[in-house]
């Protein structure tokens, strides 16, 4: 049978990665020697990792396209089983969401194997596992306690649920000679290991030391590990310092040795074999798996834990010793009983071992064999792919190259010479607010340390240029002069629309307070709006405002104002044959039903409702012709009763057609919306009316609309994040839609 397997995987430095190891060497190396396999493995943050031959693929975590690509590739391998192991830190996404497009399109049994179940998650990772488990054909976890989370939370069958423990190399030394090589003589050595964190509770044991030194003066208590690297780009060494410094000033500096290494299995194993007592102090209960738990017992070690789910259950029937959550004095309780009657120590070393006979790796591996075998036999795979309307393999990759050409220290240029920035038009209100809008959308989706700096650039740019009244101005010429002193309503508007989603999902406070007093500022304004794209694009920013400030009654008395003021439009120009908000469909037409889907999310009006699916519903059947978008050209536009413009059309329309369609299918989960939301987007990459690309592969800009005499090849800001607005919409929407049944 041949195997492919989903997972971290050395040389990265994680369990998971070495769990995925010891499994892929198991189920190779079982009774049956005719499997084979390969790896597909998951590399974080785009480290570049040099893995050994049987890693066929590497998946980005944080890259979208690489599950897509990766699914095909193993669909079409041989392969007769996958078998995934989960964490939700190990994939991209929201929870990591991103792993679900791949597992709809897989075509061949699934095993996943759950490291981490959670017995209170969050509605997104709720919502993510059990995707995963009800597409999966059997989930293997480790423990009693996770079939029952399995079941009572998150809903699993417990016939789909297989029972298969944490496997323990078959790795054998002789406890004195470890002793002699590590040179620790007769001293009473205590030991942790694992990556280094504040949810280890190493703390906790060397708060304990002091009065078991007092007694053993020649214990030894060593801390084997890095620090977690999520938790080193955070914060460094931090918690490793503060360890230390703890360990000073209870006067046990002595007694603690830190090994700040990553050690493979052979090393590690020796320092298991020579110490007296393992410990795993971790400070709360939802631990559901450890794997250095399962090392410790595997080997015969003598194990004093806290009772988290793991430890309770496999310390169970005198296999090791548990103490009370972050409580130092009774741990040295339990472990100055242990010392002072080592008959204790010994009989719970030898229950232990007994039972670590029963899960080295090769009967784990014989385990899983026996599973993929059985769901094989039953399995019935769909062969078409679930999603494949929506293919994000026929896109380009995401790319900010032409917004960092556009981009300097004073904001975003406004317009280009082909794909040159054309220093002599300066800068706009207009461009530099959407660039705010897609710089923090583009945070969200791919926690980009770029869409940090640029959003800092165009931030500013908006604080320059506004108002002591909270109006702003508009244009700035390159040398830094001011060229109006009050620009129009639709530049003000798209302002706020940026301010109000940036207020909605701000990357941290300094953003969020910047925001907040440029918004606030602006809000007496809001009021004397007329122009009715003006009002939209006000209502959509104060929409993302209160998704993140429910209670702001005050902002919500304004924005029902707008919005009445928006329908006072449409029904003055509305009739049975002409459901619009004037008598012209004109520029930026998706944004009006955009705003009121957006406020009928807030309101819950059955007006405001209906209101925006009548006027969405016939734009739709105006623009979307032949299964591609036929956008309204703003060489005459479209009146009524008259011939609506085939040219020129303008990328804005295109993305606030996407953006429209996105909120539909948010707000009612159809799935003909995302089609819709798809179909708009293509407009970009050559499904319009002359079957042109305005995408450029070469510069990553997007052309300015065509005409009839083809495409405008200047590709200036307005255009290019019109073309990333919109493709980060169809990211998100897809994630969204892999959550849908």
């Known amino acids: 049978m041949k195997y492919t397997f989903l997972a971290s995987y050395p040389p990265r430095e994680c369990g998971i990665g070495t769990f995925t190891n010891n499994l892929f060497k ?54 007769d089983v996958c078998v995934l192991e989960h964490e939700f830190g190990i994939f991209g996404g929201r929870d990591g969401d991103y792993i679900l497009p791949l597992l709809h399109k897989l075509k061949i049994p699934l095993i996943v194997t759950l490291h981490t179940i959670l017995k209170t998650p969050s509605d997104s990772q709720k919502a993510t596992l059990c995707k995963i488990c009800q597409i999966a054909d059997k989930v293997v976890v480790m423990s009693h306690k996770a079939i029952e989370f399995l079941v009572d939370v998150y809903n699993v069958p417990k016939e789909k649920i297989a029972l298969i423990e944490h496997g323990v190399p078959d790795i054998h030394f002789k406890p004195e000679n470890c002793r002699k090589e590590f040179k620790l003589g007769e001293k009473k050595v205590l030991f942790t290991f694992g990556f280094l964190g504040r949810n280890k509770g190493v703390e906790t044991v060397i708060k304990a030391l002091p009065e078991i030194v007092e007694k053993h003066p020649d214990v030894i208590y060593i801390v084997l590990g890095k620090t977690h690297p999520n938790v080193l780009r955070e914060s460094g060494e931090e918690y490793r310092i503060s360890l230390m410094r703890m360990a000073k000033s209870l006067n046990v500096e002595k007694n603690v040795v830190f090994l700040n290494k990553f050690l493979d299995e052979q090393e590690l194993f020796k320092y298991l074999y020579a110490c007296d007592v393992y410990i795993t102090p971790y400070p709360h209960e939802a631990q559901i798996t450890s794997g250095t738990l399962s090392y410790a017992v595997g080997i015969g070690a003598g194990v004093v834990s806290t009772p988290y789910w793991h430890a309770a259950e496999l310390l169970a029937n005198g296999r090791g010793k548990l103490f009370n959550f972050n409580d130092p004095s009774d741990l040295s309780s339990t472990l100055l009983d242990l010392f002072d009657h080592p008959e204790k120590l010994q009989a719970i070393k030898q229950r232990a071992y007994d039972y670590g006979l029963g899960i080295t790796w090769p009967k784990t591996g014989d385990k899983y064999c ?128 940026a301010l109000g989603f940036l207020l909605g999902n701000s990357p941290n406070d300094s953003f969020y307070q910047s925001a907040k007093q440029i918004f606030f500022n602006a809000t007496p304004n809001f009021e004397k709006l007329q122009s009715i794209r003006s009002i939209a694009n006000t209502i959509i920013g104060i929409s993302y405002y209160l998704k993140r400030a429910p209670s702001d009654e005050n902002m919500i008395e304004k924005l029902r104002l707008l919005v009445n003021k928006l329908i006072k439009h449409y029904d003055e120009n509305s009739t049975p044959d002409w459901q619009w908000f004037e008598q012209i469909i004109a520029y930026d037409n998706g944004l009006l039903p955009l705003a009121l889907l957006h406020a009928t999310e807030i309101l819950k009006d059955d007006k405001v409702a209906s209101t925006a699916f009548e006027s969405m519903n016939f734009l739709s059947a105006v623009t979307l012709k032949d299964n591609c978008l036929s956008v309204v050209g703003n060489e005459n536009w479209y009146k009524k009763g008259g011939i609506r413009s085939i040219f020129s059309q303008q990328p804005v329309d295109a993305m606030a057609m996407v953006l429209m369609f996105h909120q539909a299918f948010h707000l009612t989960k159809d799935k003909e919306y995302i089609r819709k939301l798809y179909t708009c987007f293509l407009w970009f990459i050559g499904e319009n009316d002359l079957q042109l690309n305005l995408y450029d592969f070469e510069t990553h800009g997007c052309n300015d609309g065509f005409d009839k005499d083809g495409v405008n090849q200047n590709q200036g800001a307005e255009s290019t994040l019109a073309y990333l607005i919109s493709y980060l919409a169809v990211l998100q929407a897809y994630e969204e839609y892999n959550k849908v049944d």
């Open 370 to 497: 026996k599973v993929a075998q059985e769901i094989v036999k039953v399995a019935a795979k769909e062969t078409e792919a679930v999603h494949k309307e929506m293919d994000l393999l026929v896109l380009p990759s995401f790319s900010l190259k032409h917004i960092n050409r556009m981009t300097d220290d004073t904001g975003i240029i406004q317009h280009a010479k082909f794909g040159i920035p054309n220093l002599k038009e300066g800068y706009c209100m207009d461009d530099n607010a959407r660039a705010l809008l897609m710089a923090t959308m583009n945070y969200r989706q791919f926690k980009d340390p770029r869409s940090l700096e640029l959003s800092t650039v165009y931030l500013s740019y908006i604080h320059y240029m506004q108002n002591p009244n909270g109006t702003f101005r508009n244009f700035l010429s390159f040398n830094r002069n001011f060229l109006d002193e009050l620009g129009s309503e639709d530049s003000f508007a798209r302002t706020i629309w």
């Open 26 to 79: 198991s189920i190779l190396n079982s009774d049956n020697n005719e499997n084979e396999g390969f790896i597909v493995a998951l590399s974080d943050h785009d480290v570049i990792y040099k893995y050994p031959e049987e890693v066929k693929l590497v998946i980005r975590q944080d890259h979208q396209i690489d599950y897509l690509e990766a699914v095909e590739y193993i669909n079409l391998s041989g392969a």
